[in-house]
């Protein structure tokens, strides 16, 4: 059991919107880290998609986008495309400094 | 550009102490700010963060993985070593080293490599 959770699974219709939520408590997300976001390619490894909440890495389309409020964050995924689908993770750090992942969620666009 | 590759045995047998290493280019693990990280994944199962050791030679462990756990580096040959004591079959999984630092955080990561513990 995850100390971050995600939902399972969510789903979309290519050019729709799905967001992602990652919930976390006042000893993680709510006592200011950051949270971060990966993509991971059915067999491939996880490439980092969203950084420092908000931020973009280069060569990241910005039809990604993520948002932190309180201690919930969000990755959302706007004109949704095939090449989309993948299992999407977040992730934070506690007050002890460990790292935490969310567990995971799998998008799958219909 | 940076990049990572991970190498050790594919097969351990249970009880066994594993011993990965993470080869880098790309960065120094003596600039500050900058780590590797271990993270591991079973097969069809979610990511897991077991050790991250930092320029200074700070470490943290997953508490829950923390006595089995050792993390070290070799600045001078660019590498990071992760050993894991007393295999179980549950430890069968993907394990992939990453860079980090202070701002990104982990990426980018190495392409992983699969351990099965079994007798």
């Known amino acids: 059991q995850s100390v971050l959770t995600q939902p399972p699974s969510v789903s979309g219709a290519p050019g729709q919107r799905v967001t992602i939520s990652c919930t976390g408590s006042?000893?993680?997300?709510?006592?200011?880290?950051?949270v971060h976001w990966y993509q991971q390619l059915p067999g491939t490894a996880p490439k980092l998609l969203i950084y420092?909440?908000?931020n973009r890495p280069s060569g990241v389309p910005d039809r990604f986008s993520g948002s932190k409020s309180g201690t919930s964050a969000s990755l959302a995924i706007t004109g949704l495309q095939a090449e989309d689908e993948a299992d999407y993770y977040c992730q934070s750090y506690d007050s002890s400094l460990s790292v935490l992942f969310g567990g995971g969620t799998k998008l799958t666009v219909l | 550009q940076i990049t990572l590759k991970e190498s050790g045995p594919t097969l351990v047998k249970p009880t066994q102490t594993l011993t990965l290493t993470c080869t880098f280019s790309?960065?120094?693990?003596?600039?500050?700010?900058?780590?590797v990280g271990w993270i591991r994944q079973p097969p069809g199962k979610a990511l897991e963060w077991l050790a991250l050791?930092?320029?200074?030679?700070?470490?943290r462990y997953s508490p829950s993985l923390k006595s089995r756990l050792t993390i070290t580096k070799d600045t001078s040959k660019n590498q990071v070593v992760l050993t894991m004591t007393n295999m179980d079959p549950v430890d069968t999984a993907t394990y992939y080293c990453a860079h980090r630092d202070r701002v990104t955080d982990f990426g980018p990561w190495g392409q992983g490599t699969l351990v099965t513990v079994s007798s």
């Open positions: 006042s000893s993680n997300i709510g006592a200011g880290y950051d």
């Open positions: 050791i930092y320029w200074n030679d700070d470490k």
């Open positions: 420092g909440n908000s």
């Open positions: 790309g960065f120094s693990l003596s600039t500050s700010g900058v780590g």
